[in-house]
């Protein structure tokens, strides 16, 4: 904030809102004595609001909302008795409210929630005479409900929500606020008795919030009289209905309400039947949240004219009869979930004229037929879960149009017949359960298609034939239960692969031979191989061993002494090979061209000309993005593979090194979260790689472009991804390999999504003994290890460092160079400052959705993962935790996040 200011002595308006502007607000500011105006918000301003703002007697408006000021409000700002508007909301204020706030007696709007205030509200706020909007809401306060405040005629607003208050609503609230259009006293952990009928003659009343309390009684018929409603939160207390009649009679009274959008009433115990006139509502009406509620009877056919529903939940009722046709009507549905009822019938085909849908739930009913062909077409599906009905039939091959498809649950069922080989189109799948059906025949080998897949259950079936080799490429498997089948064979060594497999059962089949030893199945019981015809293995697994045959033997033998001399004459002669170019490239300080002859040798030569009709002679429109050391452009081969082709500018230093780097590094590497090398051209005036092409563009490109969104899970994937492909860099290589320039930028994704790890060009080989190097080359800023930076020491630890900054920009939104991170603040240090008390503050916006019910446990979630970032770049490199380490713990927090996701 300027100082400069302090000399506009006569200055009545000051309003610097929505910019940049950081740091502390100086004390020079008391000197702008004839300031009537404030306006502060929505800017960066840290530190202690100053004690010299009392000094502005003359203030009637300040603003300073959504900045980053701590400590107390000054007990000065109590002192001027002109103020009319005071906003302090969005910071992180500590202390209590002082008595002193009776003496603002002119004051008409006061916001002061999401902080962290604390104690008791003074009954001095009953002298606000004049007070038209009160805002507390989201902070820590305690004590006795503030019965003073129902004194206050003129209020508009009240905001309590999410404190710890102890009270009653008064019973004359009607006639105390006459004027009262939107009251929110949700989350008050200790708020009782009942809901006043006299809340009925608050007739200006938009919104009433009294969720997550200790209410209890009926739920007034009166309420309806509320005409202006729009929002009505009552969920989670211990409300009934009328029991005079069976029917929810207050429902009835709410069609009263026309602008009604959104009504919440879960976790009551209205013990009730929905009446028919619920499709009487409002036609303006959204969201119809009545879960675990013990309503009963049947879904009334009237709730179809309900034409702007998006979310309709009624799950965990008792629920009778069929599921009603007119739900087709629906077509804004976005999710719909009536599971744990007691309906029956078949699902029926209406549900596919809703091409919005993202989520259903039917499962835990008594629904009997097929799985309509037609939800194939619903290409908007994320969720589908049918699980403990009484669904026949197959797995209509349909349902593998569903592309974007998250979840498939079908356990519990009489499905038979075959698993369809279309299942395997199911890319973006993470979860499928198929278990307790009558499927028969063979596993399709075309369920290796599924790369994401964390979790496959197709245990209690009567599935036949061989184990497929290709579950081995579904590399992010972390369930895997076949028990209970009539599956025949042995178990693939290709399951080694699976690093993350943590479970896997073929109990109860008829499986013989080898069990793996290595891989994931080094932590396995033995009770998840029992009983099958004949396997054999290690003696932990409780089975004999395996027998070795007499005549292989011998061959094996007679092998031996005809390929161990040939292999010893072989490794004499690549180490006399590897000390000469080992000598010749310390006394040249470069690596040696045959390198990269060894790349094209193994991977296949494309020309110069072949890459130049690829590209169009390398044209802007195909650029897709540019490095250090040149271009990447994107280019079609004449047999239809699109490639991306990266050429190194000759003309810059360090291009040529930059491009042998590279060659030398990749060459060897094999994994999938690496960006994979087809092949490269070189000759004396050019130099390209030739790579696979992601056409999802860079996480950065995801991160800060408009027309780009990545939600919680997605991040998070992606940034196991990048820890997978480090791991692999750091600890599965036989040279560990140091990338160096860590940053969303050299994140690759590809048409699924899946992260790539791209751009060596200046990384390095740690050879043996070696666990550090000295390099004059430095990274991109704000991605540096501290050792790095000052002493140009490269060790595996510098990865480690960028890595933690890079998860800490995926999940805030925040560069390390964004303006901001200024003098002594940095990214590290905004997140290390706010965890975990205020995570929610740092966290990217988009992320947070204030009517997520598992908004809380998910902030947790990213709570957790901002301290594993700040482990990894700790200021010493030997307190940044391993890459190994850092896999494991994202792991156990991206099931913890998926098991949120799944009770929602």
Request: aromatic fraction near 6%; glycine fraction near 8%.
């Amino acid at each position: 904030m300027p100082t400069s200011l302090s000399r506009c002595y006569k200055l009545q308006l000051l309003s610097l809102s929505n910019n940049e502007f950081d740091g502390p607000i100086h004390s020079e500011i008391g000197t702008l004595s004839n300031l009537q105006t404030l306006y502060l918000g929505f800017n960066r301003f840290t530190g202690e609001i100053p004690q010299e703002i009392g000094d502005l007697v003359n203030l009637i408006m300040i603003a300073m909302e959504k900045n980053q000021l701590t400590g107390p409000i000054p007990m000065s700002i109590f002192n001027i008795s002109s103020l009319q508007l005071m906003s302090l909301q969005g910071n992180n204020l500590t202390g209590s409210l002082p008595r002193e706030i009776g003496n603002l007696t002119m004051l008409q709007r006061l916001y002061l929630g999401r902080n962290m205030l604390t104690g008791e509200i003074p009954k001095e706020v009953s002298n606000l005479i004049e007070l038209e909007d009160f805002d507390l809401g989201s902070n820590r306060l305690s004590g006795s409900f503030p019965v003073g405040i129902f004194n206050i005629s003129g209020l508009r607003l009240i905001d309590l929500t999410d404190n710890n208050i102890l009270g009653t609503i008064p019973l004359n609230i009607g006639s105390m606020l006459p004027n009262i259009e939107l009251l929110y006293l949700g989350g008050l952990t200790n708020l009782a008795g009942t809901i006043p009928h006299s809340l009925s003659n608050c007739s200006k009343l938009t919104v009433l919030d009294l969720s997550l309390n200790k209410l209890y009684g009926l739920i007034p018929n009166s309420l309806g009289d509320l005409t202006l409603l729009e929002t009505l939160n009552l969920m989670e207390n211990n409300l009934s209905s009328d029991q005079s009649s069976q029917e929810l009679s207050f429902l009835t009274s709410l069609t009263n309400c026309r602008n009604l959008k959104e009504l919440s009433l879960s976790f009551n115990p209205l013990n009730g039947m929905l009446p028919a006139s619920v499709g009487n509502l409002s036609t303006s009406l959204e969201k119809i949240l009545i879960s675990d509620c013990q309503i009963k009877g049947r879904i009334p056919n009237e709730i179809g004219k309900l034409s702007s529903l998006i979310f309709l939940f009624l799950y965990g009722n008792s629920l009778t009869g069929s599921i009603p046709i007119t739900l087709g009507n629906l077509i804004r549905l976005q999710q719909l979930s009536l599971a744990s009822n007691k309906l029956t019938g078949s699902i029926g085909d209406s549900l596919c004229k809703l091409q919005n849908l993202g989520s259903i739930y039917l499962g835990e009913n008594q629904l009997s037929g097929l799985v309509p062909k037609c939800l194939g077409n619903v290409t908007s599906l994320r969720e589908i879960k049918l699980n403990s009905n009484r669904l026949s039939s197959t797995i209509p091959s349909s349902l593998g149009n569903l592309k974007d498809l998250l979840e498939l649950d079908l356990s519990c069922n009489n499905m038979s017949g075959s698993l369809p080989a279309e299942t395997g189109n199911l890319k973006g799948a993470i979860r499928i359960d198929l278990s307790q059906n009558q499927f028969s025949n063979v596993i399709p080998r075309e369920i290796g298609g599924m790369q994401n897949l964390m979790h496959l259950s197709l245990a209690q079936n009567k599935l036949q034939g061989f184990i497929p080799n290709s579950i081995g490429s579904m590399l992010s498997l972390e369930f895997l239960d076949l028990s209970h089948n009539n599956l025949s064979g042995s178990i693939p060594m290709s399951l080694e692969k699976l690093q993350y497999l943590n479970y896997f059962n073929v109990s109860f089949n008829s499986l013989h031979g080898e069990i793996p030893s290595s891989g994931p199945f080094k932590n396995l019981s033995s009770q998840l191989f029992m009983f099958n015809e004949a396997l054999c293995g290690a003696p932990r697994f409780r089975v004999p061993r395996c027998p070795i045959s007499s005549n292989h033997g011998s061959k094996r033998k007679k092998l031996l002494l005809i390929v161990f001399p040939l292999l010893g004459a072989a490794v004499i002669i690549v180490f006399v090979t590897l000390v000469f170019v080992r000598m010749r490239y310390r006394r040249e300080g470069k690596v040696p061209v045959p390198v990269q002859a060894d790349l094209l040798a193994t991977r296949g030569r494309i020309s110069h000309y072949e890459l130049v009709q690829a590209t169009d002679e390398f044209s802007e429109s195909n650029c897709v993005g540019s490095g250090s050391f040149g271009s990447v452009y994107k280019g079609i081969l004449r047999n239809g593979t699109t490639i991306a082709v990266k050429v190194f500018n000759l003309q810059l230093e360090g291009a040529f090194k930059s491009f042998e780097i590279e060659c030398e590094v990749l060459r060897n590497l094999r994994h999938r979260n690496l960006t994979k090398v087809i092949s490269s051209c070189s000759n004396l005036d050019f130099k390209a790689l030739v790579l696979e092409y992601m056409p999802n563009g860079s996480l950065d490109k995801w991160l800060y472009s408009h027309n780009h969104f990545l939600d919680i899970m997605q991040r998070l994937s992606i940034m196991i991804d990048v820890a997978c492909a480090l791991e692999y860099l750091h600890h599965g290589c036989s040279e560990p390999v140091v990338h160096c320039d860590m940053k969303p930028s050299n994140v690759l994704l590809d048409e699924n999504m899946v992260a790539h790890v791209s751009d060596f060009g200046i990384s390095k080989l740690l050879g043996e003994d070696e666990s550090d190097v000295h390099t004059k080359t430095l990274a991109t800023l704000g991605y540096i290890a501290p050792e790095y930076g000052r002493e140009g020491l490269v060790s595996l630890k510098c990865d480690v460092y960028s890595y933690g900054i890079m998860l800490m920009e995926t999940f805030t939104r925040k560069r390390p160079n964004d303006e901001i991170f200024d003098g002594g603040l940095s990214l590290k240090k905004w997140v290390s400052d706010s965890i975990p008390k205020a995570t929610s503050e740092v966290v990217d916006a988009n992320l947070l959705k204030p009517e997520d019910r598992k908004l809380v446990n998910k902030i947790d979630c990213v709570a957790s993962i901002m301290k594993v970032a700040l482990d990894c770049s700790a200021e010493s490199p030997e307190e940044r935790i391993n890459m190994k380490d850092v896999v494991g713990m994202l792991q156990k927090i991206k099931i913890q996040l998926l098991s949120y996701s799944a009770s929602t």
